[in-house]
Protein backbone atom coordinates (compact mmCIF):
# COMPACT_ATOMS: atom_id res chain seq x y z
CA UNK A 1 0.00 0.00 0.00
CA UNK A 2 1.32 3.61 -0.65
CA UNK A 3 1.81 6.05 1.73
CA UNK A 4 2.88 9.41 1.16
CA UNK A 5 4.82 11.38 3.65
CA UNK A 6 4.65 14.82 1.83
CA UNK A 7 2.39 16.74 -0.34
CA UNK A 8 4.72 16.67 -3.33
CA UNK A 9 5.10 12.86 -3.00
CA UNK A 10 1.25 12.58 -3.24
CA UNK A 11 0.92 15.01 -6.22
CA UNK A 12 3.59 12.78 -8.21
CA UNK A 13 1.58 9.64 -6.96
CA UNK A 14 -1.89 10.63 -8.02
CA UNK A 15 0.37 11.98 -11.21
CA UNK A 16 -0.60 15.91 -11.03
CA UNK A 17 1.79 18.81 -10.93
CA UNK A 18 3.62 19.42 -8.29
CA UNK A 19 2.90 22.11 -5.29
CA UNK A 20 4.41 25.35 -4.80
CA UNK A 21 4.69 24.79 -1.54
CA UNK A 22 6.18 22.29 0.67
CA UNK A 23 3.41 22.31 3.54
CA UNK A 24 0.05 23.76 1.39
CA UNK A 25 -1.88 23.53 -1.83
CA UNK A 26 -5.31 23.90 -3.07
CA UNK A 27 -6.49 22.47 -6.77
CA UNK A 28 -9.78 22.39 -8.55
CA UNK A 29 -10.72 19.49 -9.68
CA UNK A 30 -10.82 20.99 -13.75
CA UNK A 31 -7.61 21.19 -13.52
CA UNK A 32 -6.36 17.83 -12.40
CA UNK A 33 -8.84 15.56 -14.46
CA UNK A 34 -6.79 15.88 -17.42
CA UNK A 35 -3.80 14.10 -15.80
CA UNK A 36 -4.56 12.86 -12.44
CA UNK A 37 -5.23 8.77 -11.89
CA UNK A 38 -8.68 7.99 -12.24
CA UNK A 39 -8.18 4.98 -10.09
CA UNK A 40 -6.21 4.56 -6.72
CA UNK A 41 -6.19 2.03 -4.65
CA UNK A 42 -6.24 2.46 -1.52
CA UNK A 43 -3.16 4.33 0.14
CA UNK A 44 -2.91 6.83 3.02
CA UNK A 45 -1.44 10.31 2.96
CA UNK A 46 -0.16 12.46 6.08
CA UNK A 47 -2.27 15.63 5.60
CA UNK A 48 -5.63 17.22 6.41
CA UNK A 49 -7.65 18.06 3.35
CA UNK A 50 -11.10 19.75 2.78
CA UNK A 51 -12.84 19.26 -0.76
CA UNK A 52 -16.06 20.22 -2.13
CA UNK A 53 -17.14 18.59 -4.92
CA UNK A 54 -19.82 20.49 -6.88
CA UNK A 55 -20.59 17.75 -10.07
CA UNK A 56 -18.70 14.75 -11.03
CA UNK A 57 -19.50 11.08 -11.30
CA UNK A 58 -18.06 7.45 -9.55
CA UNK A 59 -16.50 6.53 -6.35
CA UNK A 60 -14.19 7.55 -3.65
CA UNK A 61 -13.89 6.14 -0.07
CA UNK A 62 -12.85 8.58 2.63
CA UNK A 63 -11.69 6.00 5.61
CA UNK A 64 -15.11 3.48 5.90
CA UNK A 65 -17.53 6.69 4.59
CA UNK A 66 -18.39 5.64 0.73
CA UNK A 67 -21.86 6.71 0.27
CA UNK A 68 -21.30 10.13 -0.67
CA UNK A 69 -24.36 12.35 -0.84
CA UNK A 70 -26.03 13.42 -4.13
CA UNK A 71 -25.55 16.68 -5.01
CA UNK A 72 -22.91 19.21 -3.54
CA UNK A 73 -20.68 17.82 -1.12
CA UNK A 74 -17.93 18.26 1.35
CA UNK A 75 -15.66 15.69 2.36
CA UNK A 76 -12.01 14.94 4.29
CA UNK A 77 -9.20 13.28 4.31
CA UNK A 78 -7.38 13.45 7.83
CA UNK A 79 -4.16 12.04 8.17
CA UNK A 80 -3.34 8.48 7.80
CA UNK A 81 -7.05 7.42 6.47
CA UNK A 82 -7.28 5.26 3.85
CA UNK A 83 -8.31 6.25 1.09
CA UNK A 84 -9.55 5.34 -2.42
CA UNK A 85 -11.11 6.44 -6.05
CA UNK A 86 -12.72 5.33 -9.47
CA UNK A 87 -13.76 8.18 -10.48
CA UNK A 88 -15.36 9.49 -14.18
CA UNK A 89 -12.41 12.66 -14.93
CA UNK A 90 -15.61 14.71 -14.68
CA UNK A 91 -15.26 16.21 -11.57
CA UNK A 92 -15.97 19.62 -10.46
CA UNK A 93 -14.42 21.64 -7.50
CA UNK A 94 -12.09 22.96 -5.22
CA UNK A 95 -9.64 20.50 -2.91
CA UNK A 96 -7.18 21.83 0.06
CA UNK A 97 -4.38 19.61 1.54
CA UNK A 98 -2.04 21.18 4.18
CA UNK A 99 0.37 19.06 6.63
CA UNK A 100 0.75 19.28 10.43
CA UNK A 101 3.97 21.37 9.65
CA UNK A 102 1.33 23.92 8.00
CA UNK A 103 -0.72 23.90 11.23
CA UNK A 104 2.24 23.92 14.08
CA UNK A 105 3.49 27.03 12.34
CA UNK A 106 0.36 28.87 11.97
CA UNK A 107 -0.77 30.92 15.23
CA UNK A 108 -4.17 30.79 13.62
CA UNK A 109 -4.81 27.10 13.32
CA UNK A 110 -2.90 25.56 16.24
CA UNK A 111 -6.00 24.25 18.08
CA UNK A 112 -7.90 23.39 14.72
CA UNK A 113 -8.62 19.79 16.47
CA UNK A 114 -10.06 21.08 19.39
CA UNK A 115 -12.27 23.93 17.45
CA UNK A 116 -13.26 21.61 14.39
CA UNK A 117 -13.53 17.93 15.67
CA UNK A 118 -14.64 17.05 12.25
CA UNK A 119 -10.87 16.80 11.09
CA UNK A 120 -10.67 13.58 13.46
CA UNK A 121 -10.56 10.63 11.80
CA UNK A 122 -13.51 8.81 13.20
CA UNK A 123 -15.77 12.62 12.56
CA UNK A 124 -14.41 12.95 8.81
CA UNK A 125 -17.60 12.26 7.28
CA UNK A 126 -18.91 13.66 3.91
CA UNK A 127 -22.18 15.80 3.85
CA UNK A 128 -24.18 17.87 1.45
CA UNK A 129 -24.32 21.50 0.78
CA UNK A 130 -27.15 23.25 0.82
CA UNK A 131 -27.39 25.48 -2.26
CA UNK A 132 -27.96 28.35 -0.03
CA UNK A 133 -24.77 28.23 1.40
CA UNK A 134 -22.60 26.83 -1.52
CA UNK A 135 -21.94 30.00 -2.82
CA UNK A 136 -20.64 31.56 0.38
CA UNK A 137 -18.00 28.52 0.77
CA UNK A 138 -17.35 28.21 -3.15
CA UNK A 139 -16.20 32.29 -2.79
CA UNK A 140 -13.69 31.41 -0.02
CA UNK A 141 -12.37 28.32 -1.99
CA UNK A 142 -11.57 30.62 -4.92
CA UNK A 143 -9.64 33.49 -2.86
CA UNK A 144 -7.80 30.76 -1.23
CA UNK A 145 -6.30 30.29 -4.59
CA UNK A 146 -6.21 32.83 -6.26
CA UNK A 147 -3.88 34.22 -2.88
CA UNK A 148 -1.70 30.68 -3.25
CA UNK A 149 -0.98 31.26 -7.32
CA UNK A 150 -0.58 34.97 -6.56
CA UNK A 151 2.98 36.86 -5.43
CA UNK A 152 2.09 38.57 -2.46
CA UNK A 153 5.02 38.09 0.16
CA UNK A 154 1.97 37.64 3.02
CA UNK A 155 -0.17 35.43 1.24
CA UNK A 156 -0.18 32.83 3.81
CA UNK A 157 -1.12 35.30 6.63
CA UNK A 158 -4.55 35.78 4.46
CA UNK A 159 -4.55 31.90 3.37
CA UNK A 160 -4.20 30.86 7.15
CA UNK A 161 -7.12 33.33 7.83
CA UNK A 162 -9.17 31.85 5.00
CA UNK A 163 -8.79 28.39 5.76
CA UNK A 164 -9.75 29.62 9.78
CA UNK A 165 -12.90 31.31 8.01
CA UNK A 166 -13.28 27.68 5.75
CA UNK A 167 -13.32 25.08 8.93
CA UNK A 168 -15.35 27.42 10.45
CA UNK A 169 -18.49 27.50 7.60
CA UNK A 170 -17.59 23.23 7.56
CA UNK A 171 -18.29 23.34 11.25
CA UNK A 172 -21.95 25.01 11.13
CA UNK A 173 -22.81 22.37 8.34
CA UNK A 174 -20.92 19.47 10.43
CA UNK A 175 -23.35 20.16 13.58
CA UNK A 176 -26.78 20.95 11.46
CA UNK A 177 -26.55 17.73 9.25
CA UNK A 178 -23.95 14.93 10.55
CA UNK A 179 -24.02 15.03 14.68
CA UNK A 180 -27.64 13.15 14.72
CA UNK A 181 -26.32 10.73 12.42
CA UNK A 182 -22.85 9.36 13.77
CA UNK A 183 -24.28 6.78 15.80
CA UNK A 184 -26.43 5.84 12.55
CA UNK A 185 -22.95 5.84 10.08
CA UNK A 186 -19.89 4.23 12.22
CA UNK A 187 -18.09 1.32 11.63
CA UNK A 188 -16.95 -0.65 14.44
CA UNK A 189 -17.97 2.10 16.83
CA UNK A 190 -16.83 1.42 20.03
CA UNK A 191 -13.45 0.87 18.26
CA UNK A 192 -13.48 4.53 17.23
CA UNK A 193 -14.44 6.13 20.17
CA UNK A 194 -11.52 4.44 21.97
CA UNK A 195 -9.18 6.03 19.14
CA UNK A 196 -10.88 9.24 19.24
CA UNK A 197 -10.58 9.10 23.40
CA UNK A 198 -7.46 8.10 23.21
CA UNK A 199 -6.39 11.08 20.76
CA UNK A 200 -7.86 13.40 22.69
CA UNK A 201 -6.03 12.32 25.94
CA UNK A 202 -2.77 12.52 24.30
CA UNK A 203 -3.82 16.17 23.47
CA UNK A 204 -4.88 17.48 27.09
CA UNK A 205 -2.15 15.62 28.94
CA UNK A 206 0.49 18.03 27.75
CA UNK A 207 -1.55 20.81 27.80
CA UNK A 208 0.31 23.41 29.83
CA UNK A 209 -1.65 23.81 32.82
CA UNK A 210 -2.07 19.33 33.08
CA UNK A 211 -0.49 18.17 36.16
CA UNK A 212 -0.03 14.52 35.61
CA UNK A 213 1.13 12.67 39.02
CA UNK A 214 3.78 11.03 36.66
CA UNK A 215 4.61 13.54 33.77
CA UNK A 216 7.78 10.79 32.19
CA UNK A 217 4.70 8.39 31.60
CA UNK A 218 3.27 10.78 29.45
CA UNK A 219 5.79 8.71 26.68
CA UNK A 220 4.21 5.53 27.53
CA UNK A 221 1.30 3.92 26.06
CA UNK A 222 1.12 2.01 29.20
CA UNK A 223 -0.38 5.38 30.73
CA UNK A 224 -2.66 5.84 28.17
CA UNK A 225 -3.98 2.80 28.15
CA UNK A 226 -4.40 2.37 31.83
CA UNK A 227 -6.50 5.90 31.99
CA UNK A 228 -8.55 4.04 29.17
CA UNK A 229 -9.24 1.06 31.02
CA UNK A 230 -7.93 -1.17 28.29
CA UNK A 231 -4.61 -3.24 27.67
CA UNK A 232 -2.05 -1.90 26.40
CA UNK A 233 -2.15 -4.37 23.40
CA UNK A 234 -5.38 -3.97 22.80
CA UNK A 235 -5.42 -0.26 22.44
CA UNK A 236 -2.11 -1.08 20.31
CA UNK A 237 -4.40 -3.25 17.80
CA UNK A 238 -7.60 -0.57 17.87
CA UNK A 239 -5.03 1.86 17.16
CA UNK A 240 -2.73 0.09 14.18
CA UNK A 241 -6.10 -1.27 12.96
CA UNK A 242 -7.88 2.02 11.98
CA UNK A 243 -4.96 4.27 11.64
CA UNK A 244 -1.79 1.74 10.12
CA UNK A 245 0.39 3.55 12.63
CA UNK A 246 0.93 2.10 16.79
CA UNK A 247 -0.38 3.71 19.50
CA UNK A 248 3.37 5.03 20.58
CA UNK A 249 3.91 6.42 17.10
CA UNK A 250 0.97 8.85 17.99
CA UNK A 251 2.32 9.64 20.68
CA UNK A 252 5.60 10.36 18.96
CA UNK A 253 3.54 12.30 16.40
CA UNK A 254 2.09 14.64 19.19
CA UNK A 255 5.03 15.38 20.44
CA UNK A 256 6.44 16.36 17.20
CA UNK A 257 3.72 18.56 16.44
CA UNK A 258 3.76 20.77 19.63
CA UNK A 259 8.17 20.86 19.89
CA UNK A 260 7.87 22.33 16.29
CA UNK A 261 4.79 24.66 17.78
CA UNK A 262 7.12 25.86 20.80
CA UNK A 263 10.42 25.79 18.69
CA UNK A 264 7.78 28.27 15.83
CA UNK A 265 6.21 30.23 17.86
CA UNK A 266 8.28 30.94 21.09
CA UNK A 267 11.24 32.22 22.46
CA UNK A 268 11.58 29.16 24.88
CA UNK A 269 15.38 27.36 25.27
CA UNK A 270 15.53 24.07 24.15
CA UNK A 271 15.75 23.47 27.77
CA UNK A 272 12.45 24.68 28.55
CA UNK A 273 10.81 23.15 25.72
CA UNK A 274 12.19 19.74 26.31
CA UNK A 275 11.08 20.26 30.17
CA UNK A 276 7.45 20.94 29.26
CA UNK A 277 7.06 18.09 27.52
CA UNK A 278 8.40 15.81 30.14
CA UNK A 279 11.37 14.72 28.59
CA UNK A 280 14.25 13.87 31.45
CA UNK A 281 16.74 16.11 30.01
CA UNK A 282 17.28 18.26 26.86
CA UNK A 283 19.78 15.61 25.21
CA UNK A 284 16.76 12.83 25.28
CA UNK A 285 14.79 15.79 24.08
CA UNK A 286 16.95 16.93 20.88
CA UNK A 287 17.61 13.03 19.84
CA UNK A 288 13.61 12.75 19.97
CA UNK A 289 13.51 15.12 17.34
CA UNK A 290 16.34 14.50 15.53
CA UNK A 291 15.34 10.96 14.78
CA UNK A 292 11.49 12.25 13.95
CA UNK A 293 11.92 15.30 12.23
CA UNK A 294 15.30 15.18 10.57
CA UNK A 295 16.44 18.56 11.74
CA UNK A 296 18.24 19.56 15.52
CA UNK A 297 15.40 21.30 17.33
CA UNK A 298 18.27 24.69 16.56
CA UNK A 299 17.57 23.92 12.76
CA UNK A 300 14.33 23.45 12.60
CA UNK A 301 13.67 26.57 14.69
CA UNK A 302 16.07 28.90 12.12
CA UNK A 303 14.03 27.23 9.24
CA UNK A 304 10.93 28.24 10.72
CA UNK A 305 11.46 31.52 11.20
CA UNK A 306 13.62 32.53 8.00
Known sequence: MQHFKTISAYCEGINISPPNHAHFDIRSFEDNM???HHQMPAFRHEFYAIAIKADGEGKAVTGHFSDFPE???????TPFQLISWDIV?????YYIIFSQDFVSQSKVLTQILDLFPFLKIDKSIPFNIPKTRLTNILAIYESIWQEYNGDAHDKFQLIEAQ???LLA???RLFEDQVDSELAAKSLKAADLKLLSRYQTLIQTSFYPDASPETPANLHSTSYYAEKLSVHPNHLNAVVKGITGLTALNHIHNHLLSISKSYLAQTDWSIKEIAYALHFDNPNNFSAFFKKNSGFTPVEYRQ???V
Open 71 to 77: GTSLFFN
Open 163 to 165: VFL
Open 89 to 93: PNWKG
Open 169 to 171: HVK
Open 34 to 36: ATV
Open 303 to 305: GAN
